[in-house]
C-alpha cells in the first residue's frame, strides 16, 4: 500500500529553522515528481514547493522563495524540505505527496497530487 511518513515539525521561534521528511513506501519513488503543501486553521491547502525527479528543477510558492529549500535522496526515498528564517505565518500542517497529473511540478493544482499522509505540525512563534 502506498503511503506517506511526514515528520520533523515542531515548535520554533521566529528566525528559526526546522528540516522536514517525508518518507515514501509502496511506490516506485523516483518516478514521480513530489510536492509540499501546507495547510493554516480556516485556510485552503496551498503548495509550497516541487520537485522533479531526480531533482533537476525545483519550484516555491514566492512566499517561501529564498528561505526553503526542497532535495530528494532516491536511493532512501525520501523527500525533504529545509526551512530557513521561519515566519509566524508559516505555521501549519505540513504534507509531502507525489504528483499524479499533468504537468511539470504544478504546485498550484492540488488535484494533480495524490497519496496525501497525515502530515507534521510546524509551529512559528513570534
Known amino acids: 500500500q502506498v503511503q506517506m511518513v511526514e515528520s520533523g515539525g515542531g515548535l520554533v521561534q521566529a528566525g528559526g529553522s526546522l528540516r522536514l521528511s517525508c518518507t515514501a513506501s509502496?511506490?516506485?519513488?523516483?518516478?514521480?515528481?513530489m510536492g509540499w503543501f501546507r495547510q493554516a486553521p480556516g485556510k485552503e491547502r496551498e503548495g509550497v514547493s516541487c520537485?522533479?525527479?531526480?531533482?533537476?528543477?525545483?519550484y516555491y510558492a514566492d512566499s517561501v522563495k529564498d528561505r526553503f529549500t526542497i532535495s530528494r535522496d532516491n536511493a532512501k526515498n525520501t523527500l525533504y524540505l529545509q526551512m530557513n528564517s521561519l515566519k509566524p505565518e508559516d505555521t501549519a500542517m505540513y504534507y509531502c505527496?507525489?504528483?499524479?497529473?499533468?504537468?511539470?511540478?504544478?504546485?498550484?493544482?492540488?488535484?494533480?497530487?495524490?497519496?496525501w499522509g497525515q502530515g507534521t505540525q510546524v509551529t512559528v512563534s513570534a
Open positions: 505527496a507525489p504528483q499524479r497529473g499533468p504537468g511539470v511540478c504544478p504546485i498550484d493544482n492540488l488535484k494533480r497530487f495524490g497519496y
Open positions: 509502496g511506490l516506485a519513488f523516483d518516478t514521480y515528481e
Open positions: 520537485i522533479t525527479q531526480s531533482g533537476g528543477s525545483t
